[in-house]
Protein backbone atom coordinates (compact mmCIF):
# COMPACT_ATOMS: atom_id res chain seq x y z
CA UNK A 1 0.00 0.00 0.00
CA UNK A 2 1.79 3.80 -0.97
CA UNK A 3 2.78 5.73 1.75
CA UNK A 4 0.63 8.39 0.55
CA UNK A 5 -2.66 6.76 1.49
CA UNK A 6 -3.97 8.42 4.65
CA UNK A 7 -5.73 7.00 7.44
CA UNK A 8 -8.39 8.93 9.75
CA UNK A 9 -10.61 7.82 12.65
CA UNK A 10 -13.34 9.94 14.74
CA UNK A 11 -13.18 9.37 18.64
CA UNK A 12 -15.11 10.04 21.35
CA UNK A 13 -14.19 14.03 22.90
CA UNK A 14 -16.87 14.80 24.67
CA UNK A 15 -20.32 13.61 26.48
CA UNK A 16 -23.20 15.77 25.12
CA UNK A 17 -25.45 17.08 27.22
CA UNK A 18 -28.35 17.47 24.70
CA UNK A 19 -29.43 17.60 21.18
CA UNK A 20 -27.20 20.95 20.96
CA UNK A 21 -24.24 19.53 21.26
CA UNK A 22 -24.53 16.00 19.54
CA UNK A 23 -22.38 16.25 16.43
CA UNK A 24 -19.36 17.92 18.33
CA UNK A 25 -19.14 14.34 20.50
CA UNK A 26 -16.67 13.45 18.19
CA UNK A 27 -13.38 14.54 16.94
CA UNK A 28 -11.73 13.81 13.45
CA UNK A 29 -7.76 12.68 13.85
CA UNK A 30 -5.10 11.39 12.13
CA UNK A 31 -4.58 7.61 12.73
CA UNK A 32 -1.64 4.99 11.57
CA UNK A 33 -2.73 2.65 8.48
CA UNK A 34 -3.19 -0.36 9.17
CA UNK A 35 -0.46 -3.28 9.06
CA UNK A 36 -1.26 -6.94 8.18
CA UNK A 37 0.83 -8.89 10.85
CA UNK A 38 -1.18 -12.43 10.91
CA UNK A 39 -2.00 -14.29 8.60
CA UNK A 40 -5.85 -14.04 9.03
CA UNK A 41 -6.26 -10.67 8.51
CA UNK A 42 -7.20 -8.27 5.89
CA UNK A 43 -7.53 -4.72 5.30
CA UNK A 44 -10.56 -2.96 4.60
CA UNK A 45 -11.55 0.80 2.76
CA UNK A 46 -14.47 2.19 4.36
CA UNK A 47 -17.14 2.56 1.40
CA UNK A 48 -20.20 3.32 3.30
CA UNK A 49 -20.70 4.08 6.93
CA UNK A 50 -24.39 3.39 9.08
CA UNK A 51 -25.26 5.92 11.39
CA UNK A 52 -28.13 5.03 13.86
CA UNK A 53 -29.67 6.41 16.99
CA UNK A 54 -29.02 3.46 19.25
CA UNK A 55 -24.89 4.94 19.30
CA UNK A 56 -26.17 7.69 21.62
CA UNK A 57 -26.28 5.38 24.26
CA UNK A 58 -22.77 4.99 24.03
CA UNK A 59 -21.98 8.97 24.24
CA UNK A 60 -23.51 9.43 27.19
CA UNK A 61 -25.20 7.77 30.56
CA UNK A 62 -29.04 6.98 29.22
CA UNK A 63 -32.17 5.24 29.89
CA UNK A 64 -31.10 2.72 27.12
CA UNK A 65 -28.32 1.51 29.32
CA UNK A 66 -25.45 -0.43 28.29
CA UNK A 67 -21.37 0.56 28.40
CA UNK A 68 -20.25 4.34 28.20
CA UNK A 69 -17.55 4.70 25.45
CA UNK A 70 -14.73 6.02 26.74
CA UNK A 71 -13.54 9.44 25.89
CA UNK A 72 -10.99 9.17 23.38
CA UNK A 73 -12.04 5.39 22.07
CA UNK A 74 -12.87 5.33 18.28
CA UNK A 75 -16.41 5.33 17.55
CA UNK A 76 -17.85 1.90 16.28
CA UNK A 77 -21.18 0.75 14.02
CA UNK A 78 -22.17 -0.98 11.21
CA UNK A 79 -20.17 -0.23 7.85
CA UNK A 80 -19.76 -1.75 4.46
CA UNK A 81 -15.85 -1.86 2.58
CA UNK A 82 -14.06 -3.17 0.19
CA UNK A 83 -11.05 -5.64 1.22
CA UNK A 84 -7.82 -4.15 -0.51
CA UNK A 85 -4.87 -6.43 1.11
CA UNK A 86 -5.68 -9.76 2.81
CA UNK A 87 -3.81 -12.73 4.23
CA UNK A 88 -6.92 -14.45 4.57
CA UNK A 89 -7.44 -17.18 2.15
CA UNK A 90 -11.38 -17.17 2.77
CA UNK A 91 -11.80 -13.06 2.50
CA UNK A 92 -9.73 -12.12 -0.82
CA UNK A 93 -8.93 -9.10 -2.21
CA UNK A 94 -11.85 -6.97 -3.72
CA UNK A 95 -14.34 -8.58 -0.71
CA UNK A 96 -17.06 -6.74 -0.01
CA UNK A 97 -17.48 -7.28 3.46
CA UNK A 98 -19.62 -6.03 6.45
CA UNK A 99 -19.53 -5.45 10.15
CA UNK A 100 -19.44 -3.66 13.43
CA UNK A 101 -16.32 -1.93 13.13
CA UNK A 102 -14.81 1.46 13.85
CA UNK A 103 -15.03 4.86 12.35
CA UNK A 104 -12.33 4.76 10.08
CA UNK A 105 -11.02 5.10 6.57
CA UNK A 106 -8.67 1.85 6.87
CA UNK A 107 -9.50 -1.42 8.94
CA UNK A 108 -7.68 -3.92 9.57
CA UNK A 109 -9.97 -6.91 10.55
CA UNK A 110 -9.88 -10.82 10.83
CA UNK A 111 -13.21 -11.65 10.60
CA UNK A 112 -14.42 -11.93 13.44
CA UNK A 113 -15.92 -8.47 14.07
CA UNK A 114 -19.30 -8.07 15.76
CA UNK A 115 -21.76 -8.87 13.07
CA UNK A 116 -19.15 -9.80 10.52
CA UNK A 117 -20.76 -11.02 6.87
CA UNK A 118 -19.34 -11.59 3.67
CA UNK A 119 -21.68 -9.41 0.98
CA UNK A 120 -20.41 -10.52 -2.19
CA UNK A 121 -16.81 -12.11 -3.56
CA UNK A 122 -14.79 -11.48 -6.45
CA UNK A 123 -15.85 -14.20 -8.38
CA UNK A 124 -19.73 -13.34 -7.31
CA UNK A 125 -22.11 -11.71 -10.05
CA UNK A 126 -25.42 -10.68 -10.20
CA UNK A 127 -26.06 -10.45 -6.92
CA UNK A 128 -29.18 -9.07 -5.37
CA UNK A 129 -26.08 -6.45 -4.25
CA UNK A 130 -25.71 -5.43 -8.10
CA UNK A 131 -28.50 -4.32 -8.49
CA UNK A 132 -29.38 -2.76 -5.40
CA UNK A 133 -25.79 -1.87 -4.20
CA UNK A 134 -23.69 -2.33 -1.43
CA UNK A 135 -24.77 0.49 1.03
CA UNK A 136 -28.19 -1.89 1.18
CA UNK A 137 -26.11 -4.25 3.72
CA UNK A 138 -26.80 -1.22 6.52
CA UNK A 139 -30.14 -0.72 5.60
CA UNK A 140 -32.51 -2.83 4.06
CA UNK A 141 -30.70 -6.08 3.63
CA UNK A 142 -29.40 -4.56 7.33
CA UNK A 143 -29.59 -4.16 11.01
CA UNK A 144 -32.58 -1.56 10.64
CA UNK A 145 -34.36 -3.62 8.15
CA UNK A 146 -34.22 -6.88 10.49
CA UNK A 147 -35.37 -4.90 13.39
CA UNK A 148 -38.44 -4.44 11.43
CA UNK A 149 -38.83 -8.03 10.13
CA UNK A 150 -38.42 -9.92 13.53
CA UNK A 151 -40.55 -6.74 15.44
CA UNK A 152 -43.36 -7.59 12.95
CA UNK A 153 -43.05 -11.14 12.19
CA UNK A 154 -42.35 -12.24 15.79
CA UNK A 155 -42.57 -9.75 18.24
CA UNK A 156 -46.11 -8.06 17.52
CA UNK A 157 -46.88 -10.93 15.24
CA UNK A 158 -49.33 -8.67 13.38
CA UNK A 159 -51.85 -10.36 12.01
CA UNK A 160 -54.78 -9.54 9.34
CA UNK A 161 -57.23 -8.13 11.79
CA UNK A 162 -54.69 -5.85 13.27
CA UNK A 163 -54.52 -1.61 12.82
CA UNK A 164 -51.30 -1.12 13.59
CA UNK A 165 -49.90 2.62 14.02
CA UNK A 166 -46.03 2.78 13.72
CA UNK A 167 -43.94 5.74 15.10
CA UNK A 168 -40.88 7.11 13.27
CA UNK A 169 -42.78 5.55 9.68
CA UNK A 170 -40.59 7.56 7.85
CA UNK A 171 -37.18 6.21 9.36
CA UNK A 172 -35.20 3.01 8.41
CA UNK A 173 -36.49 1.10 10.44
CA UNK A 174 -40.92 2.06 10.29
CA UNK A 175 -40.90 2.40 6.27
CA UNK A 176 -40.11 -1.54 6.51
CA UNK A 177 -42.14 -2.19 9.51
CA UNK A 178 -44.69 -0.48 8.01
CA UNK A 179 -44.34 -2.29 4.29
CA UNK A 180 -44.12 -5.69 6.21
CA UNK A 181 -47.22 -4.83 8.49
CA UNK A 182 -49.43 -4.63 5.33
CA UNK A 183 -47.79 -6.52 2.63
CA UNK A 184 -46.56 -9.80 3.88
CA UNK A 185 -49.14 -10.31 6.93
CA UNK A 186 -52.23 -8.64 5.17
CA UNK A 187 -52.46 -6.21 8.62
CA UNK A 188 -56.48 -4.79 8.08
CA UNK A 189 -54.62 -1.24 8.66
CA UNK A 190 -51.34 0.27 9.32
CA UNK A 191 -50.99 4.02 10.49
CA UNK A 192 -47.47 5.84 10.50
CA UNK A 193 -46.87 8.84 12.13
CA UNK A 194 -44.32 11.02 10.02
CA UNK A 195 -42.53 14.15 10.70
CA UNK A 196 -44.02 16.05 7.54
CA UNK A 197 -46.26 16.13 4.95
CA UNK A 198 -43.94 14.98 2.46
CA UNK A 199 -42.51 11.83 4.63
CA UNK A 200 -46.03 11.46 5.00
CA UNK A 201 -47.06 10.89 0.98
CA UNK A 202 -44.21 9.13 0.29
CA UNK A 203 -45.10 6.03 2.99
CA UNK A 204 -48.80 6.55 1.68
CA UNK A 205 -48.38 6.70 -2.09
CA UNK A 206 -45.24 4.97 -2.52
CA UNK A 207 -44.99 2.03 0.63
CA UNK A 208 -48.57 1.43 1.00
CA UNK A 209 -49.58 2.81 4.00
CA UNK A 210 -53.07 2.89 4.97
CA UNK A 211 -53.15 6.85 6.39
CA UNK A 212 -50.41 8.99 8.29
CA UNK A 213 -50.18 11.57 10.53
CA UNK A 214 -47.93 14.34 10.39
CA UNK A 215 -47.19 15.00 13.96
CA UNK A 216 -45.70 18.40 13.96
CA UNK A 217 -49.65 19.43 12.57
CA UNK A 218 -50.94 17.23 15.28
CA UNK A 219 -48.28 18.53 17.63
CA UNK A 220 -50.48 17.78 21.08
CA UNK A 221 -51.50 14.58 22.48
CA UNK A 222 -55.03 15.67 22.34
CA UNK A 223 -54.74 16.31 18.78
CA UNK A 224 -53.10 13.08 18.18
CA UNK A 225 -56.01 10.96 19.66
CA UNK A 226 -58.65 13.07 17.77
CA UNK A 227 -56.69 12.13 14.86
CA UNK A 228 -56.34 8.76 15.58
CA UNK A 229 -59.48 7.91 16.07
CA UNK A 230 -60.61 10.00 13.16
CA UNK A 231 -58.52 7.12 11.28
CA UNK A 232 -59.04 4.36 13.29
CA UNK A 233 -62.91 4.35 14.90
CA UNK A 234 -62.34 0.16 14.59
CA UNK A 235 -59.84 0.72 17.18
CA UNK A 236 -55.39 0.21 17.70
CA UNK A 237 -54.71 -3.14 18.16
CA UNK A 238 -51.18 -2.85 17.91
CA UNK A 239 -48.32 -0.13 18.16
CA UNK A 240 -45.49 -0.28 16.73
CA UNK A 241 -42.87 2.39 18.29
CA UNK A 242 -40.07 4.31 17.48
CA UNK A 243 -40.18 7.49 19.06
CA UNK A 244 -42.50 7.79 22.61
CA UNK A 245 -42.88 10.87 23.45
CA UNK A 246 -46.70 12.57 23.12
CA UNK A 247 -47.66 10.35 20.28
CA UNK A 248 -47.23 7.44 22.32
CA UNK A 249 -48.67 8.87 24.88
CA UNK A 250 -51.84 9.17 23.14
CA UNK A 251 -51.78 5.61 21.75
CA UNK A 252 -52.01 4.51 25.82
CA UNK A 253 -54.93 6.19 25.99
CA UNK A 254 -56.66 4.79 23.68
CA UNK A 255 -55.55 0.92 22.40
CA UNK A 256 -57.82 -1.46 22.81
CA UNK A 257 -57.99 -4.11 25.24
CA UNK A 258 -55.43 -6.80 25.04
CA UNK A 259 -53.69 -4.44 22.81
CA UNK A 260 -49.93 -4.84 22.06
CA UNK A 261 -47.40 -1.89 22.19
CA UNK A 262 -43.98 -3.07 20.59
CA UNK A 263 -40.72 -0.83 22.21
CA UNK A 264 -38.55 -0.73 19.21
CA UNK A 265 -37.29 2.83 20.05
CA UNK A 266 -37.82 6.10 22.00
CA UNK A 267 -35.67 8.26 19.49
CA UNK A 268 -37.60 11.37 21.16
CA UNK A 269 -35.81 10.76 24.90
CA UNK A 270 -32.09 9.90 23.65
CA UNK A 271 -30.57 13.52 24.01
CA UNK A 272 -32.25 14.60 26.87
CA UNK A 273 -29.98 16.44 29.21
CA UNK A 274 -29.53 13.55 32.50
CA UNK A 275 -29.44 17.16 34.72
CA UNK A 276 -33.03 18.39 33.52
CA UNK A 277 -35.49 17.31 36.34
CA UNK A 278 -38.50 17.92 33.15
CA UNK A 279 -37.48 15.09 31.61
CA UNK A 280 -37.47 12.51 34.16
CA UNK A 281 -40.70 10.18 34.40
CA UNK A 282 -42.47 12.00 31.77
CA UNK A 283 -45.27 9.76 31.75
CA UNK A 284 -45.43 7.79 34.85
CA UNK A 285 -48.67 6.31 34.37
CA UNK A 286 -47.74 3.41 31.55
CA UNK A 287 -47.72 0.74 33.71
CA UNK A 288 -50.80 1.37 35.49
CA UNK A 289 -52.64 1.95 32.10
CA UNK A 290 -51.96 -1.75 31.59
CA UNK A 291 -53.35 -2.93 34.45
CA UNK A 292 -57.69 -3.23 33.62
CA UNK A 293 -57.10 -3.34 30.01
CA UNK A 294 -55.19 -6.07 29.65
CA UNK A 295 -52.03 -4.44 27.64
CA UNK A 296 -48.76 -5.96 26.42
CA UNK A 297 -45.60 -3.96 26.59
CA UNK A 298 -42.88 -5.69 24.80
CA UNK A 299 -39.73 -4.50 24.27
CA UNK A 300 -36.78 -6.04 21.65
CA UNK A 301 -33.42 -5.19 19.69
CA UNK A 302 -32.77 -7.21 16.29
CA UNK A 303 -29.91 -9.03 18.23
CA UNK A 304 -32.15 -11.04 20.06
CA UNK A 305 -32.90 -12.77 16.76
CA UNK A 306 -29.44 -12.85 14.39
CA UNK A 307 -29.39 -16.48 15.32
CA UNK A 308 -31.88 -16.93 12.86
CA UNK A 309 -31.02 -14.49 10.02
CA UNK A 310 -29.48 -16.82 7.21
CA UNK A 311 -32.82 -19.48 7.61
CA UNK A 312 -34.81 -16.43 8.13
CA UNK A 313 -34.18 -12.91 7.01
CA UNK A 314 -31.48 -13.50 3.86
CA UNK A 315 -34.23 -15.79 2.81
CA UNK A 316 -36.51 -13.58 2.71
CA UNK A 317 -35.76 -9.81 2.52
CA UNK A 318 -33.80 -10.21 -0.88
CA UNK A 319 -36.22 -11.93 -2.23
CA UNK A 320 -39.07 -9.79 -1.26
CA UNK A 321 -36.86 -6.80 -2.60
CA UNK A 322 -36.47 -8.71 -5.95
CA UNK A 323 -40.08 -9.32 -6.33
CA UNK A 324 -40.85 -5.43 -5.76
CA UNK A 325 -43.15 -6.63 -2.79
CA UNK A 326 -41.01 -3.98 -0.36
CA UNK A 327 -39.39 -1.03 -1.14
CA UNK A 328 -36.22 1.25 0.50
CA UNK A 329 -35.11 4.83 0.32
CA UNK A 330 -31.94 5.97 1.07
CA UNK A 331 -30.84 9.62 1.84
CA UNK A 332 -26.81 9.78 1.43
CA UNK A 333 -24.41 11.86 3.19
CA UNK A 334 -21.20 12.19 1.27
CA UNK A 335 -18.06 12.50 2.84
CA UNK A 336 -16.31 10.91 6.06
CA UNK A 337 -16.19 13.84 7.41
CA UNK A 338 -19.64 14.23 8.01
CA UNK A 339 -20.24 11.52 9.94
CA UNK A 340 -21.43 13.52 12.98
CA UNK A 341 -23.19 16.05 10.62
CA UNK A 342 -25.32 12.56 9.17
CA UNK A 343 -25.87 11.36 13.07
CA UNK A 344 -27.48 14.79 13.99
CA UNK A 345 -29.98 14.47 10.89
CA UNK A 346 -31.43 11.39 12.80
CA UNK A 347 -32.61 14.02 15.36
CA UNK A 348 -33.73 16.58 13.25
CA UNK A 349 -35.80 14.54 10.83
CA UNK A 350 -33.74 15.67 7.57
CA UNK A 351 -33.81 11.94 5.82
CA UNK A 352 -36.32 9.61 4.67
CA UNK A 353 -35.24 5.72 5.51
CA UNK A 354 -32.18 4.81 6.12
CA UNK A 355 -29.18 7.34 6.39
CA UNK A 356 -25.58 6.56 4.93
CA UNK A 357 -22.31 8.00 4.87
CA UNK A 358 -20.97 7.76 1.53
CA UNK A 359 -16.88 7.86 1.71
Given amino acids: MTSEVKNEEFILSTRPSDQNEVKSAWKLQACSMPTITNDNEFIIKTLFVSVDPYLSSGLKKSALGGAV ?22 VPVDTIVTGRMEWKRYILANGTEPRFRIIQKPTEHNTIYDKIGFSTAIGVLGMPSQTAYYGILSVADTQSADVIVISGAAGAVGTIAGQIAKKIRGAQKVIGIAG ?42 QYFDNTGGFVTDAVFDIIKRHGKIIICGQISTYNNSEDDPSKVNIYPNYLAKTIYRGLSILGFVCGDFIHRNEEEFYKDMPTWLDEGKIKFHETFVDGFENLPQAYEMLFTGGNIGKIVVRI
Avoid at 71 to 79: C, D, E, K, P
Avoid at 202 to 208: A, C, H, N, Q, S
Avoid at 210 to 237: H, R, S, V
Fill in 69 to 90: NPIGSVQISGLVGRVIESKNAS
Fill in 196 to 237: DAKKCDYIVKELGFDAAINYKEYNTKEKMIEKLQELAPEGIT
